[in-house]
């Protein structure tokens, strides 16, 4: 929802909102294994998103004539919970919001997951936004994909995704509620960390030819810091002992 005129104050003594500089990620926690009846499943903290995600599969296709002798479904649900966010005030069930998310997160993993190797199944994401502060787009493909090798679905290469934009007339990384909410232009995106292919990108507002270049360079180095801290999650997790309860 980004505006071309501004009357939010967004840039500070050169600083941001939260204080950050214009390269600076926000505060970034994932937790693996935080559902042990999925059979993948992850939490993550960034910023004020709190995201859960549990995936389900691959498991037999309901209904079963929706499935394909080739390859696994990819089903994705997004949902923002009623009491995430001020906006969604008591609001729950499925939206056009929650239903372009779902949409566009399941296209990003259906060029990443391996999915001729399950034909006549399903592989379902959930994914569900407990607490909402600005890019929970991006949020929700990071930890899918967290979830995703949690639950051993073989995918290609792994994906990274941040939100980046413009803020006061600045070009800014992964950008808060306020942010997107009342900048003049944000762009989420999601990158796969080894070919640096883009499988998501959604642009709101205004940016220059060269602002785009200069952003997607921004973007790369966001993911590999994302990228760093999906891997260390896994890392973690694994090498945690057998019974270990895994704190959200
Ligand atoms: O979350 P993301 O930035 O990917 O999507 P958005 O539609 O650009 O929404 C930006 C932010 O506005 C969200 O992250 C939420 O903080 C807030 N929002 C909300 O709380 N409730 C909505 N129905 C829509 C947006």
């Not at 501004?6 to 600083?15: R, T």
């Not at 994705?76 to 997160?105: D, N, Q, W």
């Not at 270049?213 to 973690?236: N, P, S, T």
Request: some cysteine.
């Amino acid at each position: 929802m980004a505006s071309s005129e501004s009357k939010v104050p967004l840039i500070i003594n050169g600083k941001r909102t939260d204080g950050r500089d214009m390269e600076d990620l926000r505060n970034l926690r994932i937790e693996v294994g935080v559902i042990p009846e999925a059979d993948g499943s992850a939490f993550i903290e960034w910023g004020g998103n709190k995201i859960v995600c549990g995936v389900y599969g691959p498991r037999e296709c309901i209904p079963r004539h929706g499935a394909s002798p080739y390859h696994a479904l990819i089903k994705c649900r997004y949902m923002m919970s009623p009491f995430a966010s001020l906006e969604e005030h008591s609001r729950s069930g499925p939206s056009r919001r929650s239903t372009e998310l779902s949409k566009v997160i399941r296209e990003a993993f259906e060029n990443l997951i391996l999915a001729d190797k399950f034909p006549n199944t399903q592989i379902d994401v959930y994914i569900d936004v407990l607490q909402a502060d600005g890019g929970t787009r991006t949020a929700s493909v990071a930890v899918a994909a967290v979830a995703l090798a949690n639950a051993g679905i073989p995918m290609k290469d792994m994906v990274s995704a941040v939100a980046v934009g413009k803020a006061g007339g600045m070009l800014a990384l992964d950008l808060n509620k306020i942010e997107d909410n009342f900048g003049q232009s944000d762009m989420p995106l999601a990158m796969s960390h080894r070919d640096r292919k883009l499988l998501l990108v959604q642009m709101d507002g205004l940016l220059t030819r060269d602002e785009v270049m200069r952003i997607l360079d921004m973007a790369e180095r966001g993911c590999d810091k994302v990228h760093e801290v999906q891997a260390e999650a896994l890392k973690r997790f694994y090498e945690k002992g057998e019974g270990e309860t895994v704190k959200w």
